[in-house]
């Protein structure tokens, strides 16, 4: 499905602009977003170097498989098919930790570091996991306490008081990760739950 | 209020000050780790690359060709019949799909209706409060060589549309009977 987004995407953006005279922006957006995406991994290098590093301390001190331990309930309720204690849920608990404040740049490596570890015990490599939908529904739709960027945004836009949209958004990603649980968990129901 | 934002920005020095103390309580070789964990630094995020050009092109082309706001234009009539401003739709439309260009249009609305506006306020909250699906999808599942999404990309543009929904719900709710 990917596959025909994607050309769907390019196609009708090109046919566009052929018609509407966009034609220099389209070949002008195509390298300029080329460029972005090399900034963007540069940009990855430097964080998922520093965090990886430091997840590797945490690994070996012993901190990891604690904090695997101590969220062991939470984690078992939302990846049933999860291994009991196994590494990925370390990640997954720093990963979610890292979104509730904000912090999504440091969130990233987390959870490309969880997705490894799920891959691992993922059956069809080729397929994404029951575990895997989960943890994407996590990220797409996570509680975010305290939205860093739109904070800063705001500030210099000189809002009176910057943090009055905080507690409004907060309850919005309650409801809203709420609602993604539910939908990954009525549609594994409804597409793979018959097979089983 | 300033508090929240201190908090924030201590987490991250909090946590490595954390991880340091343990790695000297179990007496962890710190350095060492750091440096074998870290290698896989590099080679993780150069692997995302052939994902995120290809998606950010995409994206690139739909919006360049004007394509993106033409869909905007017709659409917007609908959210009026919704009683809800038709200047968030593109907001609406493009949150999912880059966040770049959401948060830009963010800044526009706070930056023409000013701060305190329901409108600007209303885009600060489904901005805070949502996460561009598509980008998530690239570069988790390009990390691990995942093609088949499966259920991944319905279910988490649909939680998209019920979080922006709710996002709009509970900002009118807070703004008229919270805040004051």
Known sequence: MVNLIWIFMLLSGIIFSMFNGTIDEVNKGLFDSAGQAVELVIGFAAIFTLWLGMMEIANRAGLLSLVTKLFYPIIRKLFPDLPKNHPASGYIMTNISANFFG???????FGVKAMKELQQ????PEQASRSMVTFLCLNTAAITFFPATIVSMRLSEGAVDPLDIVVPAFIATIFSCSAAILYDRI?????????? | MIDVVLISKLILPLLILTILISALVTRTDAYDAF???????????????????GMMAAISVLRSSGLLMWIT????????????????FPLFLTRPISGTAAL???????HTFGPEHLIARLAA???????????????YFGAVGIKKMGRALVVGLLADLTGMIIAVVITVWYFQNIWS
């Not at chain 1, 549609?187 to 089983?196: H, I, M, P, T």
């Not at chain 2, 489904?126 to 561009?132: E, V």
Request: charged fraction near 15%; glycine fraction near 8%.
């Open chain 2, 104 to 110: 830009s249009i963010t800044a526009d609305l706070t």
């Open chain 2, 35 to 53: 440096v074998s964990g870290g290698k896989e630094g590099l080679q993780m995020a150069a692997s995302l690359l052939p994902f995120l050009v």
């Open chain 1, 187 to 196: 549609s594994w129901k409804l597409v793979e739950g018959k097979s089983k």
């Open chain 1, 121 to 124: 015990i993922n059956t069809k």
């Open chain 2, 73 to 88: 234009n017709i659409v917007s009539p609908l959210f009026l019949y919704f009683n809800v401003p038709a200047e968030l």
């Open chain 1, 103 to 109: 912090l999504g740049n440091a969130a990233t490596p």
């Open chain 2, 125 to 139: 909250v489904i901005q805070g409060s949502t996460d561009t699906t598509l980008y998530i999808l690239t570069v």
